[in-house]
């Protein structure tokens, strides 16, 4: 089945700086790759998602990449807020006709006022 | 429209007692999951229904689980009887199916269930 590895595990960063989050799978027929936000006590939300059939996809200050070649997607958040402090989540899903989004462990990003 | 409900939000018990978890779906998602995440570790897949029917669950621990989507509409999720490594928080999400070209559509998860058992 499909494996999904994330990086960093913890990422602290000042506000107004970037932050990157990196995803690896491992079933090349994966075509859906979702990102979600947790904030603390809360549901994971999607805040960006991108298919196979692009390479970037940008959304005011967050954008995701997918390199198909490499297998691997990044999340991309500029400006930083302390309000992106959360932990995020990266997703694959859709090889071999399946729902099933697999997630990596998750990211916590802090962001320092 | 309303998202997707779970109960309880916390539960407590002791090793060796039974749990249910409940889980009502978006209306309309036929797509329906359950996940569990230990702390610091993945949202790990337990199983996928589509409609009332167990598509995938694969993801089951052990026996001691038993999941079900009564008519397609909410789901159950028991744990019978708990042992301590199954403490955790439990989600339920759900999605639309894609349509004929199978593709994958936005899952919506629930506030989660956060089991622990002592």
């Known amino acids: 089945g499909e494996n999904v590895e994330q990086h960093p595990s913890t990422l602290s960063v000042q506000e107004g700086d970037s932050a990157v989050i990196k995803c690896t799978y491992s079933?090349?027929?994966?075509?859906?790759f979702p990102w979600y936000k947790q904030e603390l006590g809360k549901r994971p939300q999607l805040i960006i998602d991108?298919?196979?059939?692009?390479g970037e996809k940008k959304d005011q200050r967050i954008a995701v990449t997918l390199n198909k070649t490499a297998k691997h997607f990044s999340l991309h958040i500029t400006e930083t807020q302390p309000e992106d402090s959360a932990v995020y989540f990266c997703?694959?899903?859709?090889?071999?006709?399946?729902?099933?989004?697999?997630f990596g462990r998750g990211t916590s990003l802090i962001v320092h006022p | 429209e309303a998202g997707v409900t779970q109960f309880p939000s916390h539960s407590v018990i002791e090793k060796g007692q039974t749990v249910t978890l409940r889980c009502d779906p978006i209306?309309?998602?036929?797509?329906l999951y359950w996940y569990r995440r230990v702390m610091g570790k993945e949202i790990k897949f337990l199983l996928h229904?589509?409609?009332?029917?167990?598509?995938?669950e694969s993801g089951m621990p052990n026996n001691r689980f038993l999941a079900e989507r009564t008519g397609g509409t909410y789901s159950t999720l028991k744990v019978q009887p708990a042992e301590l490594e199954d403490s955790g928080v439990y989600f339920c999400?759900?999605?639309?199916?894609?349509?004929?070209?199978?593709?994958?559509?936005?899952?919506?998860f629930g506030q989660g269930t956060r089991l622990t058992v002592v």
């Open positions: 229904f589509v409609k009332e029917s167990k598509q995938d």
């Open positions: 999400a759900s999605s639309r199916l894609g349509g004929v070209e199978n593709l994958n559509t936005e899952a919506f």
């Open positions: 997703a694959a899903s859709g090889a071999r006709g399946s729902y099933i989004p697999t």
């Open positions: 209306s309309g998602h036929d797509n």
């Open positions: 991108i298919r196979s059939n692009v």
């Open positions: 079933d090349s027929a994966s075509n859906y």
